[in-house]
């Protein structure tokens, strides 16, 4: 195992993200998690993903824009970091909304270079209302203004440090956009899949915020197929989700460990989303 980079860390805020979280996650990873291919099909912000910095990787999402930023940090972060500054030094609400309406007119947004979309999404992400990605069910990004008195929209070290790990030619980091079951097809014995997909909300079962076409209770039993299969396979896998009946319904297998943990959230667009939150970690593997 190379020696990790403590540089490298989320470069996004993103609800449902797991730095507090790292201690309890990490007491329940394989024992030899590095000898492993990690995947990571739901990655958001990528806080496990960056705490491990595994050498054989997979991390997909189904956002196209967010999996957008990953791609710039690893081709061109020199170009995304000097967009970012011109964001940063025309800072301003009225700025943010001209920012933020380019995505309302197809043709504008279609002229943005994917480097562009992605320094136009970390911008929007570090400098909106509380750090939320929240898009309405046309896929339109429609937070806020946040108002911060000096928003940190990048640390060049940290996008240089996740470039350089991204481009290590000892690594094999696979960077996909697609459906979570696409993601992990071609997983093997010797793999570890963590899921970490929206959570199931009982007050909103067709929740749409992260993504245009949502991610229903449909969904959650989609994904608990493909957690089944995988089980089935013998590959081992962790989930995250919200501590409600519906998900302990579906993961009520005697093949499955179900943990509690109680987790600080700062982001939800629902403000009886914040604060002090149960959740579970659901473990395939005794």
Same mark, same amino acid.
């Given at each position: 195992m190379a020696r990790k980079n403590p540089l490298i860390k989320p470069y996004l805020k993103w609800a449902g993200g797991k730095r507090q979280l790292l201690p309890?996650?990490?007491?329940?990873?394989?024992?030899?998690?590095?000898?492993?291919?990690y995947y990571e099909p739901f990655v958001g912000a990528g806080a496990?993903?960056?705490?491990?910095?595994?050498?054989? =990787?997979? *991390?997909? /999402?189904?956002?196209?824009? $967010? %999996?957008?930023?990953? =791609?710039? *940090?690893? /081709?061109?972060?020199?170009? $995304? %970091?000097?967009?970012?500054?011109?964001?940063?030094?025309?800072?301003?609400?009225?700025?943010?909304?001209?920012?933020?309406?380019?995505?309302?007119?197809p043709d504008d947004f279609g002229r943005l270079s994917p480097i562009e979309r992605a320094a136009r999404l970390i911008f929007l992400n570090k400098t909106c209302y509380n750090g939320l990605y929240r898009v309405n069910s046309q896929g339109l990004f429609n937070v806020p203004y946040g108002k911060y008195k000096n928003p940190v929209i990048y640390e060049e070290a940290v996008l240089r440090a996740i470039s350089t790990y991204l481009n290590d030619n000892g690594n094999e980091i696979t960077i996909m956009r697609g459906d979570f079951a696409d993601a992990v097809r071609n997983a093997e014995k010797q793999s570890f899949v963590y899921f970490d997909p929206p959570y199931h909300s009982p007050n909103n079962a067709n929740f749409t915020g992260y993504q245009a076409d949502g991610f229903d209770e449909g969904e959650q039993t989609r994904l608990r197929n493909v957690f089944q299969d995988l089980t089935d396979r013998g590959i081992q896998c962790l989930l995250s989700n919200a501590d409600t009946e519906f998900i302990r319904d579906l993961y009520n297998d005697a093949r499955y460990e179900i943990v509690s943990v109680l987790a600080k959230r700062t982001i939800n667009s629902d403000a009886a989303g914040r604060g002090n939150v149960n959740e579970i970690l659901v473990k395939n593997w005794r």
């Open positions: 309890e996650i990490q007491k329940y990873l394989p024992a030899q998690i590095y000898d492993y291919t496990v993903f960056f705490e491990l910095q595994p050498q054989h =990787v997979v *991390i997909n /999402d189904y956002n196209e824009q $967010l %999996i957008g930023t990953y =791609v710039a *940090i690893r /081709d061109n972060v020199d170009v $995304l %970091i000097e967009l970012l500054k011109k964001h940063k030094e025309n800072l301003s609400e009225e700025y943010f909304y001209e920012i933020r309406s380019l995505d309302r007119t």
